[in-house]
């Protein structure tokens, strides 16, 4: 199958400082994809050098079989970007950002109307059309913006960080609507996030970190081989309890008051907790997040 | 093409939107116009009047050209060029855009200041002064809208942008016979003045609009439309060919400047990758 994006041996240096080393990975058509790191490790630059705006240092990257060295404009032509920082024109209305979009990427004049309507009702600002982009709030500007990149209906669409900064509904709406498009259009998606439950509804993590790739797979995957969910036992009788999950062979460890053990195998945890039952003062099971996966093999907490 | 017009119409449509700057860019010429007048009566010249008007004008077309180059800055600094810059649009077509739509504002308030200017005296005789200023005027504009942008792809942020403008303007605005007749500068000044562009724009300008073009080259020394270097005289024509080599050398810096200027590292999050490891 052809790779909608295909990066090999990516390389990027500032002067002697190395953003990106030897970076390799590929997208296929029609999933979403996640870079997922914490700031400083490369997701930017990578995105930028994937847009045509950034200059590689090494490597080969494709997007949709064209070189984005060597063929940007066939590039630039196939992909929506909503940047990281707000690209908006303040000064303009609505309207006139969109219709400036239908300019640059060169649309046929007749179809202005018909796609700024279009795409305009697809994040549910029809209303606004007539606005000043400066009086709309950060979510709006934000939907705007993803609007503006659907206009020329590109074959992949590159969100930076699409909801940072945004408050947990305006994000889930934006969720929203990018799954809808992605379901409606069959849209490749990459996007770069450093929050954890938005990698989670992605076909495929790289996660990045100080310039490489250190792991990359569906969310399932990683959390399978790099995370396990645990269970936090309180108890009043802490020798009962221990006597317990030696019988059933679960290892654990003890911080503080509480329990520390593995919640992998269930069947095993329910007898435990089922003997134990009138000594647990509280109980919690926590499945593994990509934070542990990130944790695990780095050392550090995403967000550190 | 297209794109080119688009761009142009929309630097146009944000100068029309700034009513406030528009008010103040057509009255404060008048201020001077009475401010100069007076002045200038002490300087060998016929018609202090419109020999300070014309003066003016063309200064007003000089400083409009490079102000509005400020509207890269704001795009760069908004990150509106990003967008841009990242759609099939070429760099060509951009720096085209803007040079043209500051050209374009810049001759529009040459022209307001003009009519004006008509109802105090302003008079020509043939129909062809007027097409001639129109033309000088275009090419004055050109030749410093491709000045500002180059300023605006080299600078490429609002603070140092605010200061290197004034640090050009300033000496360009003073030193070029416009404000103060340059043979009451000192000699190292006149000096000075002779290697400005805007001297000769302003002197080509004025032998134009003042229909002075075909007077005795020693008339025009004393009225400072021309100058002498050693037994060189530097006719109008020649004043006319210094703006036209100036702009010329401007508009191919500009846009190469602009076409290989790199616009991602001005991006906060560009930075925030580099320096936050």
Request: hydrophobic fraction near 45%.
């Amino acid at each position: 199958m052809l790779m909608m994006i295909s990066v090999e041996h990516f390389t990027k240096k500032y002067g002697k400082f190395t953003a990106v080393e030897d970076v390799s990975f590929s997208v296929r058509p029609g999933s979403i994809f996640a870079f997922l790191g914490p700031n400083g490790a490369g997701k930017s630059t990578t995105i930028n050098t994937l847009c045509t705006i950034m200059e590689k240092t090494s490597g080969t990257l494709t997007i949709d079989g064209k070189d984005v060295s060597t063929q940007t404009d066939a590039v630039r032509n196939v992909i929506g970007v909503v940047f990281q920082e707000p690209t908006l024109d303040l000064k303009m209305t609505v309207e006139e950002n969109l219709k400036m979009h239908c300019y640059f990427y060169n649309l046929p004049k007749a179809q202005f109307q018909e796609r700024i309507d279009f795409v305009l009702e697809l994040v549910d600002l029809k209303d606004w059309k007539k606005a000043m982009a400066a009086s709309l709030s950060g979510g709006m500007k934000r939907r705007v913006e993803i609007a503006r990149s659907l206009l020329h209906l590109p074959k992949v669409l590159f969100l930076d960080e699409p909801t940072t900064g945004l408050d947990p509904q305006t994000r889930s709406n934006i969720w929203a609507y990018i799954l809808k498009l992605q379901k409606e259009k069959g849209m490749t998606i990459f996007l770069t996030t450093h929050y954890m439950d938005e990698a989670e509804i992605c076909d495929q993590v790289a996660i990045m970190d100080h310039g490489q790739i250190i792991a990359f797979d569906s969310p399932d995957a990683l959390k399978k081989q790099h995370a396990r969910d645990v269970a936090r036992i309180k108890t009043s009788n802490q020798s009962g309890l221990e006597r317990l999950l030696a019988e059933e062979q679960l290892t654990y460890e003890k911080q503080d008051q509480l329990y520390v053990t593995e919640a992998s195998d269930l069947e095993k945890l329910l007898q435990v907790i089922k003997q134990h039952g009138p000594a647990i003062q509280d109980l919690e099971i926590q499945k593994g997040t990509l934070n542990d996966v990130f944790l695990n093999i780095t050392g550090r907490n995403i967000r550190g | 093409m297209r794109v080119i017009g688009a761009l142009w119409l929309r630097n146009v449509r944000l100068f029309m939107r700034n009513r406030v700057q528009l008010v103040l860019i057509l009255v404060m010429p008048f201020f001077y116009l009475y401010l100069l007048s007076t002045a200038f009566k002490y300087a060998e010249v016929s018609n202090p009047y419109t020999y300070v008007l014309a003066g003016i004008v063309i200064i007003v077309v000089f400083q409009t050209s490079l102000n509005i180059a400020t509207n890269t800055i704001d795009d760069i600094v908004s990150g509106y060029m990003k967008e841009i810059l990242v759609s099939p649009v070429k760099r060509i077509q951009i720096a085209i855009g803007q040079i043209l739509s500051s050209t374009t504002i810049a001759v529009f308030q040459g022209v307001l200041i003009l009519i004006a200017g008509l109802f105090i005296g302003l008079t020509y005789t043939s129909i062809l002064t007027p097409l001639a200023i129109l033309g000088t005027m275009l090419l004055t504009g050109l030749a410093f809208s491709s000045l500002g942008l180059f300023m605006a792809a080299a600078v490429r942020n609002a603070q140092t942008f605010q200061v290197l403008t004034v640090a050009v303007t300033t000496p360009i605005t003073f030193l070029c016979g416009v404000y103060i007749p340059l043979a009451l500068l000192p000699a190292g000044l006149q000096a000075f003045s002779l290697l400005n562009p805007m001297t000769y724009a302003a002197a080509f300008f004025r032998a134009v609009s003042l229909e002075k073009l075909s007077l005795p080259a020693e008339q025009l020394v004393s009225e400072q439309l021309a100058f002498k270097v050693g037994s060189f005289i530097i006719t109008p024509g020649y004043s006319a060919l210094i703006v036209c080599l100036f702009g010329l050398v401007f508009l191919l810096l500009s846009t190469s400047f602009f076409s290989r200027a790199d616009f991602t590292r001005m991006s906060r999050s560009g930075s925030k990758d580099i320096f936050q490891q």
